[in-house]
């Protein structure tokens, strides 16, 4: 059975808040990030006429492009969106601007001020800024100083900073590195991006939770036996090897988008809709989680590296071979591991994340897993009844899903499970905005309610800590264990459930 619930509004959904005039600076405007991902999300943003008259984007990196070249390299990156929407194209680009700036220079930076005054007199744009970090991250931090040191952030209500992850490399790191950041501006001038938090189905965890009375009620450990995050891939490390290879999964999914929806999921109902009662509470539950086993972390965690596979048609290589890995690498390209949470709501619920590239399906979904009935009065299809749950689907096929067990039809009195399924797409039939649209508004509005806040972050890293401290230290201890790609992982991931009685859902 699949029953839709269906929302007759397919109209005026968006509420939308006004950008001010500003200047968008990007630094690393050459890379990858900035065509992929930042310009398209612009580019809709003006489509959507959510963008002001006087706006620019200012690409800044060290390669000596002009503005005529940088516009032509964003027209060629985005080529299809261009030629479907020609003119809005042509006028988009006129507010895109480039200059070759090195952050570590100061003198750029003063060629960077004048620049930035040039534009606020074409454009408008009424010395509003917002600088997205798009570098390399050992660069976080001197690319605040840098900022700070030129004036630049100095007006909090004019000036705003991005900064991309990774937010450090361990707790220490991240704890360095805000205090950098903070000593250069305030708090509510600096937007940690993490673009799982974009994602309408992510923000729809807070709706689903507090919007309705029937969830909250049996949200906790009396009703809940597990909970399983999972954020697969199909995609091998393509071509960020160089990044890849000193991250791993555990700090390039897990530490940032796993944890958030974990954070999520987990939280206390805030007091209002406020960023920083928000905030607050996603930092507390993250303070109260721990590795199930802090004293023995390698019994709650297993990690993976994909091998070879596909079909003799498409064979996929192994990651030990793609270019620019290490041909003995131990990176992780798969994490599962275990997670309790010490507070009253939680306690004894073990909380499941599992996270990889080239596995067979891509997909990010949280499974609420619900008691069994205490008594069972009836025969079970398949012998057992199976426990109900909750399965908020992030991606793709953004929705939700409930199985329950009902009647099988018949004389006898079998029960069965059957699901019941909200779709965003049909109940809404527009598709969501990519993460960094609403991201980039957002920063540009000076919403920080989706970005992480400075204790989220390092909370975030200090749940990892134990784990980060054995890979570095006795790595033998938490071995890299080879997976098929296009298989759901190593085998000692199902023992990690195994162990429990549990199975991780195969969707
Ligand atoms: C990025 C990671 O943050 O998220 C990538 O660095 C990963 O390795 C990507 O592929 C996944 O994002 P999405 O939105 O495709 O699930």
Redo the contacts with the bound molecule.
């Keep these: 059975m699949t029953a839709i619930l269906t929302n007759p509004l397919r109209v005026g959904l968006r509420q939308e808040r006004v950008i001010s005039p500003q200047c968008l600076v990007i630094f690393g405007a050459s890379g990858d990030l900035t065509h992929r991902k930042l310009i398209p999300a612009l580019f809709e943003l003006f489509r959507q006429r959510r963008l002001p008259s006087e706006f620019a984007v200012l690409g800044c990196a060290r390669r000596p492009w002009s503005d005529e070249e940088f516009r032509q390299k964003m027209e060629v990156a985005l080529a299809d969106e261009v030629a479907s929407h020609r003119t809005a194209w042509d006028h988009f680009a006129q507010g895109l601007f480039y200059e070759p700036v090195d952050l570590q220079q100061p003198d750029h930076l003063v060629r960077l001020s004048q620049r930035l005054d040039g534009i606020d007199r074409l454009r408008a744009t009424r010395g509003n800024r917002t600088f997205y970090l798009s570098v390399s991250p050992e660069f976080y931090g001197s690319g605040c100083r840098a900022l700070a040191g030129a004036g630049l952030l100095a007006d909090p209500e004019r000036s705003r900073v991005v900064i991309e992850?990774p937010f450090g490399r361990d707790y220490a790191s991240a704890q360095a590195l805000n205090k950098v950041v903070q000593a250069c501006a305030k708090e509510s001038q600096v937007f940690r991006i993490d673009?799982?938090l974009g994602?309408e189905t992510v923000q729809n965890i807070l709706v689903l939770r507090f919007a309705n009375t029937i969830f909250e009620p049996i949200w906790n450990r009396n009703y809940i036996s597990s909970v399983q995050i999972t954020?697969a891939?199909t995609?091998g490390v393509e071509e960020?090897a160089g990044?890849?290879e000193s991250?791993g999964a555990l700090r390039?999914?897990v530490q940032?988008?796993l944890t958030q929806i974990l954070a999520l999921t987990a939280m206390e109902a805030p007091g209002r809709f406020d960023p920083e009662a928000i905030r607050n509470e996603k930092a507390k539950v993250l303070q109260s989680a721990r590795l199930a086993d802090e004293q023995e972390p390698w019994k709650c965690c297993v990690r993976g590296q994909y091998g070879a596979g596909g079909t003799p048609a498409h064979p996929l290589p192994a990651y030990r071979q793609e270019p620019g890995v290490n041909p003995n690498s131990t990176t992780e390209t798969y994490v599962a591991m275990k997670v309790a949470i010490n507070n009253w709501r939680w306690q004894g619920v073990p909380f499941y994340l599992r996270t990889g590239?080239r596995l067979p399906k891509?997909l990010?979904e949280v499974v609420l897993t619900f008691r069994e009935a205490p008594v069972h009065l009836f025969d079970a299809a398949g012998g057992a009844p199976t426990p109900n749950q909750l399965i908020l689907r992030i991606?793709p096929d953004e929705g939700a899903e409930f199985k329950f067990e009902v009647k099988a039809p018949g004389s006898g009195m079998r029960s069965r499970p059957v699901d019941m399924a909200f779709s965003y797409d049909e109940s809404f039939g527009e598709p969501s905005d990519e993460?960094y649209v609403r991201l980039l508004a957002d920063a540009m509005l000076g919403d920080p309610t989706l970005f992480t806040r400075s204790d989220e972050v390092e909370a975030a890293w200090r749940l990892y800590t134990p784990l980060l401290a054995l890979i570095e230290e006795s790595p033998w201890q938490l071995p890299v264990h080879p997976y098929e790609a296009r298989t759901w992982g190593p085998a000692a991931a199902d023992s990690l459930l195994a162990d429990d009685g549990l199975i991780w859902r195969r969707p």
């Design positions: 992850k673009h799982y994602k954020a891939e995609v960020r990044y890849y991250s390039d999914m940032n988008h590239k891509r990010s991606q993460g």
